[in-house]
T-cell receptor, first 113, second 113 residues
Framework: DADVTQTPRNRITKTGKRIMLECSQTKGHDRMYWYRQDPGLGLRLIYYSFDVKDINKGEISDGYSVSRQAQAKFSLSLESAIPNQTALYFC????????????FGPGTRLTVL | AQKVTQAQTEISVVEKEDVTLDCVYETRDTTYYLFWYKQPPSGELVFLIRRNSFDEQNEISGRYSWNFQKSTSSFNFTITASQVVDSAVYFCALSEADDQLTFGTGTRLTIIP
């Protein structure tokens, strides 16, 4: 079984809808991250969390919110989706014991019409 | 601010040729970490290597090798005797003390059979 899972893997929605992307991990890592990938732009950090009580904004947090429900779960919400949020979204985890290397989930492809 | 530049947007080589992917970084920290990730056509991100700023020793793993040169702020990746399975987008990334990854925009490598 995969160590980092993301649901859904693909989602098509309409402008204005609320969307939640979920991430779960079995690696036992404390730190979790959400990124988005756009063609030609690489990956950009949206939010990150170093433990359950710690949430931090990344480079492009506007229009997004997150919830760290447990050490193993980190959800990303789009309160009112807009077309320019169409992208590939990745969750990642890391732990200081693993020398901070980030391990990524399989990604969620989100299309906002 | 930290920055990672992958000037090669796309590279195509014939199978069995060697190919080098360039990565140049900018940072003001003396302690930092450099990474390479592979994104095959299936879309997931696969961790390849992590290198800290105090270890300039080159590394070889099978057909893969990495050349870290602090004097030129470069962390280049060479694939020897390329294979079709090496076709992917490759990302170089940098993290500093805050453990946030800054990615380059990626290099799309195509291996022609």
């Amino acid at each position: 079984d995969a160590d980092v899972t993301q649901t859904p893997r693909n989602r098509i929605t309409k402008t204005g809808k609320r969307i939640m992307l979920e991430c779960s991990q079995t690696k036992g890592h404390d730190r979790m991250y959400w990124y988005r990938q756009d063609p030609g732009l690489g990956l950009r950090l949206i939010y990150y969390s170093f433990d359950v009580k710690d949430i931090n904004k990344g480079e492009i947090s506007d229009g997004y919110s997150v919830s760290r429900q447990a050490q193993a779960k980190f959800s990303l919400s789009l309160e009112s989706a807009i077309p320019n949020q169409t992208a590939l979204y990745f969750c990642a985890t890391s732990d200081i014991a693993s020398t901070d290397t980030q391990y990524f989930g399989p990604g969620t492809r989100l299309t906002v019409l | 601010a930290q920055k990672v530049t992958q000037a090669q947007t796309e590279i195509s080589v014939v199978e069995k040729e060697d190919v080098t992917l360039d990565c140049v970084y900018e940072t003001r920290d003396t302690t930092y970490y450099l990474f390479w990730y592979k994104q095959p056509p299936s879309g997931e991100l696969v961790f390849l290597i992590r290198r800290n700023s105090f270890d300039e020793q080159n590394e070889i793993s099978g057909r893969y090798s990495w050349n870290f040169q602090k004097s030129t702020s470069s962390f280049n990746f060479t694939i020897t005797a390329s294979q079709v399975v090496d076709s992917a987008v490759y990302f170089c990334a940098l993290s500093e003390a805050d453990d946030q990854l800054t990615f380059g925009t990626g290099t799309r490598l195509t291996i022609i059979p």
